[in-house]
């Protein structure tokens, strides 16, 4: 049977984490997982600031995945949503005589829609230079066929097929920075797309679109968010706010390294009684969880009203419920927060664990944690 290499790369914030997978048939076989964080502060709220850095990192997953495959050539990236736009259009081709649709057919109304999206772009505002702007996925909400409503046109047959479509379009010099830090290892983008889409496409599969869903990925820059309703994607945002903002306020509160702090912050989800810690003065702490916590509550409020506004929104109302992934996910006391500020039970906002995923044969222990969620943009 066939086997197709698949090398793909989340370039966050805080990390950057490297999958290397064969696909056989409709499943991926993972055949190894690689995790580094960077070394400094290299990017902020998704956004490459220091290239030189962020390829270093880069060079060290690709030598260590390329000792079990050499060479890797090629990779799948999923970009981060920071300054993200997003246009829902729609688009109609007369397809009268054509027969049985085909895939082709399909295909070409999807250019039809993204073209639209583009002229609406540059028209409506949405964006101060819309050239400045680069389309990195798009999700279709719903075919139709001489207005009646379709999940695939293929062997249908019509006069006048229509598509309504999500395109999502990211700053050029974000992408612009992936790809200088890419190539910088000797990597060429074979496929690009947004983490929500993504993530959504992992962990939300179309039997369970049906119900109305926010997904939520936290990370450390920024928290994007995806919402599902009525079979479909309806609507994908951003908002440059995550778990950073958590570190610095415990930084700014204990006189902390920004490093430090991440350590303080990730300790708070042992369910320790007492952390240990020294402050940039060389004062040495020993400070109960509860009292870190409460310190951390107004940072943790504030950041589930930002994401709670983003998703009513998009979604005009509150969610069926909400599923939080990412590493930021596990920030003390967001659940129950994010809980309060849609105005939802408590019980409808967790934390969901990609123990299992659909198209995966295994998940290994690595990935089995929110911020493990496996992304590929192939």
């Not at 914030?13 to 995790?35: F, W």
């Not at 230079?129 to 990195?136: K, R």
């Amino acid at each position: 049977m066939d086997k197709k290499l698949l090398f793909a790369l989340d370039i966050g914030t805080r990390s950057v984490v490297g999958l290397l997978g064969e696909q056989v048939a409709n499943k991926i076989n993972l055949l190894a997982v690689e995790r580094q964080e960077h070394y400094t502060r290299a990017m902020l709220d998704g956004q490459i600031h220091d290239v030189t850095e962020v390829a270093g990192v880069l060079a060290e997953i690709k030598s260590r995945l390329e000792r079990i495959v050499s060479p890797l050539p090629k990779v799948a990236v999923a970009a981060a949503g920071r300054a993200l736009s997003t246009l829902r259009v729609t688009a109609d081709l007369d397809v009268g005589g054509r027969g049985a649709l085909t895939e082709s057919d399909e295909r070409a109304l999807e250019l039809a829609g993204l073209q639209t999206a583009q002229r609406s772009l540059a028209t409506a505002g949405a964006a101060f230079d819309p050239t400045a702007y680069y389309c990195v996925g798009y999700s279709v909400v719903t075919f139709s066929l001489d207005g009646c409503p379709l999940k695939s046109l293929v062997g249908q047959r019509g006069k006048r097929a229509e598509i309504e479509l999500i395109a999502t379009f990211l700053p050029r010099q974000v992408i612009d920075s992936l790809q200088s830090a890419v190539q910088a290892v000797g990597l060429e983008i074979a496929t690009l797309t947004l983490e929500p889409i993504a993530a959504i496409n992992v962990l939300i599969p179309p039997t369970m679109r049906h119900l109305n869903l926010a997904l939520v990925d936290v990370g450390a820059g920024t928290s994007d968010v995806a919402i599902t309703r009525g079979g479909s994607v309806i609507g994908y945002g951003m908002v440059p706010c995550a778990g950073d903002e958590i570190t610095e306020a415990l930084s700014q509160q204990y006189l902390l390294d920004f490093n430090v702090a991440e350590q303080v912050k990730r300790q708070l989800g042992d369910k320790k009684k007492k952390v240990n810690f020294t402050d940039v003065l060389g004062m040495q702490h020993k400070v109960p969880a509860k009292e870190l916590m409460a310190s951390l509550a107004p940072a943790v409020g504030d950041l589930a009203q930002l994401i709670a506004r983003q998703i009513l929104d998009l979604n005009g109302q509150p969610p069926q419920a909400v599923l939080l992934v990412g590493g930021g996910a596990l920030t003390p006391l967001l659940p129950a927060a994010l809980a309060q500020a849609l105005d939802i039970p408590a019980a409808r906002v967790g934390i969901r664990r990609p123990d299992a995923v659909d198209g995966f044969t295994t998940i290994p222990p690595s990935l089995q944690a929110p911020d493990g969620v496996p992304r590929s943009a192939s």
